[in-house]
C-alpha cells in the first residue's frame, strides 16, 4: 500500500530534550517537505527536499533541522525542544518538484513542556 | 503575491442539507486549487483539484467546487452532507515559482453535521 508513515504518533518530551521524528515514503516520490499545523494558522511549511541531499527552508524553519540521506526517509530533528514547538507535524511527498498532489502522513502529536 | 482565505472558520449543517464551504484566492498567475479534508486524528486526503481544465471539478465522497475567476473563488460544494463528512477542511493555492512549487494553505473550516 502506498504510503506515508510518521513516528512516532504522539510525543510527550521536555524542553532542551533532542528529538527526532521519522517519516517515510514507500511511492519513490522525489519531493518531501514537513510542515506544523496550529489552531487558527493553516499548515505552515518549516523544511522540504526535492531529492536525496537537497534540503531547503520553509516558512517557518527556525528551531528545526532536517536530513535527506536517502530518497524515502526525511526526518525532522528538533535539537533543543522549546514549548513553543508544541504542535501537530505533518510530513508530505509527491511525485515532483513541480509539487501538485502531496500525500500526507498521519501526524505527529508532539507537546514540549 | 498568492494567497487564500476560507471565509468560514466552522460551518454546521443537518444531515442530508447542502453544504458549502467558501474558499477565495489571490495568485498573480492562473492558480492550481486544491480542497483537502483532514478527518479527526487522521493525515490530509485530497478531495479534488483544480488545474486549468474544466472549472467545474468533481472530487471524491460526492464533492464538487467550481473555479470561478471573476470571483476568484474556488467554493466547495457537497448537495446532501452525510455524518461521515464532519470534519476540517483546507482550501489550498499553489505558489509557482523557482525550481519547486509550495503549497499555500488556508486556515481551515470546521464542518459539523448534526444528525
Known amino acids: 500500500e502506498a504510503q506515508v508513515t510518521q513516528n512516532p504518533r504522539y510525543l510527550i518530551t521536555v524542553t532542551g530534550k533532542k528529538l527526532t521524528v521519522t517519516c517515510s515514503q514507500n511511492?519513490?516520490?522525489?519531493?518531501m517537505s514537513w510542515y506544523r499545523q496550529d489552531p487558527g494558522l493553516g499548515l505552515r511549511q518549516i523544511y522540504y527536499s526535492m531529492n536525496v541531499e537537497v534540503t531547503d527552508k520553509g516558512d517557518v524553519p527556525e528551531g528545526y533541522k532536517v536530513s535527506r540521506k536517502e530518497k524515502r526517509n526525511f526526518p525532522l530533528i528538533l535539537e533543543s525542544p522549546s514549548p513553543n514547538q508544541t504542535s501537530l507535524y505533518f510530513c508530505?511527498?509527491?511525485?515532483?518538484?513541480?509539487?501538485?498532489?502531496?500525500?500526507f502522513g498521519p501526524g505527529t502529536r508532539l507537546t514540549v513542556l | 503575491a498568492q494567497s487564500v482565505t476560507q471565509l468560514d472558520s466552522h460551518v454546521s449543517v443537518s444531515e442530508g442539507t447542502p453544504v458549502l464551504l467558501r474558499c477565495n484566492y489571490s495568485s498573480s498567475y492562473s492558480p492550481s486549487l486544491f480542497w483537502y479534508v483532514q478527518h479527526p486524528n487522521k493525515g490530509l486526503q485530497l478531495l479534488l483539484k483544480y488545474t486549468s481544465a474544466a472549472t467545474l471539478v468533481k472530487g471524491i465522497n460526492g464533492f464538487e467546487a467550481e473555479f470561478k475567476k471573476s470571483e476568484t473563488s474556488f467554493h466547495l460544494t457537497k448537495p446532501s452532507a452525510h455524518m461521515s463528512d464532519a470534519a476540517e477542511y483546507f482550501c489550498v493555492v499553489t505558489l509557482y515559482g523557482g525550481a519547486t512549487n509550495k503549497l499555500i494553505f488556508g486556515t481551515g473550516t470546521l464542518l459539523a453535521v448534526q444528525p
Open positions: 511511492m519513490n516520490h522525489e519531493y
Open positions: 508530505a511527498s509527491s511525485r515532483g518538484t513541480k509539487v501538485e498532489t502531496q500525500y
